[in-house]
């Protein structure tokens, strides 16, 4: 069995390569539904395919309008639990042209291995959005401009 890190920025990689192409079968093939998004602010379950897709769109419009030209995901660490799971945190970057576009935000993911595939069932992150989908994460910097 390929080590945790390893396997956790293997899927991070594919999810986010997915993305950047858009290409929703692919980004799909890696999530489990339902599939739970925990924000600083909210608590949002995806169930259906239908709703899964409205938001990787409104992500990737919201991406492509900030310009960005990569998402870069660094795993900090990562860890098989005793139930099989995939737990790990890793750190988000989103940039055009080598530079940031939003500042830098972390997140903990839970992926289980169904079939052979390593799904995401839920992702704890520092973002302030508080509903789905989201178009542009707002991290600390972006939702002070915001509120101004």
């Not at 991070?12 to 858009?22: C, F, P, S, T």
């Not at 169904?114 to 995401?120: E, N, Q, R």
Request: aromatic share 8%; hydrophobic share 40%.
């Amino acid at each position: 069995m390929k080590d945790a890190v390893s396997t956790l920025q293997t899927v991070l990689d594919q999810i986010g390569e997915a993305v950047m192409r858009d290409d929703f079968e692919h980004y799909a093939a890696h999530v489990s539904l339902p599939f739970n998004l925990i924000t600083e602010t909210a608590n949002i379950y995806v169930t259906t395919l239908h709703d899964l897709e409205e938001g990787f769109d409104a992500f990737v419009i919201g991406l492509q309008t900030m310009s960005a030209t990569a998402m870069n995901r660094l795993v900090e660490h990562a860890h098989y639990s005793p139930n099989g799971d995939l737990r790990g945190s890793y750190v988000t970057y989103i940039v055009s042209a080598n530079r940031a576009v939003i500042s830098s935000f972390r997140s903990e993911m839970t992926l289980r291995c169904v079939g052979g595939v390593w799904k995401a069932r839920t992702i704890s992150n520092t973002i302030h959005n508080n509903r789905w989908p989201i178009i542009t994460p707002l991290t600390v910097d972006l939702q002070r401009v915001v509120a101004e």
